[in-house]
């Protein structure tokens, strides 16, 4: 009798243990490339089209309710010149910038999501300056500028071989705090951006890491999106 009931009891605590188990979230990592472009306003030349592509990594959570809930952060953000200027993070600041954390939605049979990102006046890449700076190449004014962002971003993908592809829309402001030399001290000024552009996510193992992405062939590629001209 004494063995029966321990042998329920056991049972018992294992059942609840087991359906924990069956419930509990399931962790994946992702690799993921964004290409969006828009149209910044330069005086004398007009409209001048920009293109930044970024490389991030995401830890995704397949919740129990179906819901993908992303915590991602950048390993590599490229912005093209534009006009004769080039703009770029410090190396290897990025995976230092705050993660975006969203949520996407399932809606028949495809995935949504809209969320906020970015960064305050904190030191936000850890080189002791408020905010994140970028390094402006310009022609007649170059230095660095010390920056805020706040990004609204909107996704709408499909599922595609375990990850993701899509398009995305985005509204960026960009808030100067200060800026290196007089002349950009001068020039510089808030901006705001609207953006648009695809994106795709993959698995990939584990244990990897933006180095170790970064040393090869990025994993996925999103499609070129369609020129805002166009």
Same mark, same amino acid.
């Given at each position: +009798?004494? *063995?029966?009931?321990?042998?329920?009891?056991?049972?018992? *605590?294992?059942?609840?243990l087991? %359906?924990?188990? #069956?419930?509990?979230?399931k962790?994946?990592?992702?690799?993921?490339?964004?290409?969006?472009?828009?149209a910044?306003?330069?005086?004398?030349?007009?409209?001048?089209?920009?293109?930044?592509?970024?490389?991030?990594?995401?830890?995704?959570?397949?919740? /129990?309710?179906?819901?993908?809930?992303?915590?991602?952060?950048?390993?590599?953000?490229?912005? /093209?010149?534009?006009?004769?200027?080039?703009?770029?993070?410090?190396?290897? @600041?990025?995976?230092?910038?705050?993660? @975006?954390?969203?949520? *996407?939605?399932?809606?028949?049979?495809?995935?949504?999501?809209?969320?906020?990102?970015?960064?305050?006046?904190e030191? %936000?890449?850890?080189?002791?300056?408020?905010?994140?700076? +970028?390094?402006?190449?310009?022609?007649?004014?170059?230095?660095?500028?010390?920056?805020?962002?706040?990004?609204?971003?909107? *996704?709408?993908?499909?599922?595609?071989?375990?990850?993701?592809?899509?398009?995305?829309r985005a509204i960026?402001?960009?808030?100067?705090?200060? %800026?290196?030399?007089?002349?950009?001290k +001068? +020039?510089?000024s808030?901006?705001?951006?609207?953006v648009?552009?695809?994106? %795709?996510?993959?698995?990939?193992? /584990?244990?990897?890491?933006?180095?170790?992405?970064?040393?090869?062939?990025?994993?996925?590629?999103? @499609? #070129?999106?369609?020129?805002?001209?166009?």
């Open positions: +009798m004494k *063995l029966r009931r321990t042998v329920a009891l056991a049972l018992s *605590l294992a059942a609840p087991a %359906a924990a188990a #069956e419930e509990a979230p962790r994946e990592l992702w690799a993921g490339h964004q290409v969006v472009v828009g910044r306003d330069v005086p004398v030349l007009g409209d001048v089209e920009t293109r930044t592509d970024s490389f991030v990594l995401a830890e995704v959570e397949r919740a /129990a309710d179906g819901t993908l809930q992303i915590v991602q952060r950048a390993c590599r953000v490229a912005i /093209a010149p534009a006009a004769g200027v080039k703009v770029s993070f410090l190396p290897g @600041a990025e995976p230092k910038l705050p993660p @975006a954390s969203f949520a *996407l939605q399932k809606k028949g049979d495809r995935w949504y999501a809209d969320f906020l990102s970015g960064w305050k006046a030191d %936000a890449d850890g080189d002791g300056k408020p905010g994140a700076t +970028m390094e402006v190449d310009a022609p007649l004014c170059s230095g660095k500028l010390f920056v805020t962002s706040d990004s609204r971003t909107k *996704l709408r993908g499909r599922e595609e071989r375990g990850g993701l592809v899509g398009e995305t960026s402001d960009q808030k100067t705090l200060d %800026a290196e030399g007089a002349c950009l +001068m +020039m510089a808030d901006t705001r951006d609207a648009e552009g695809t994106f %795709a996510y993959t698995p990939v193992a /584990a244990d990897a890491t933006c180095e170790s992405l970064l040393a090869g062939t990025w994993p996925v590629k999103a @499609a #070129e999106p369609r020129r805002q001209r166009e």
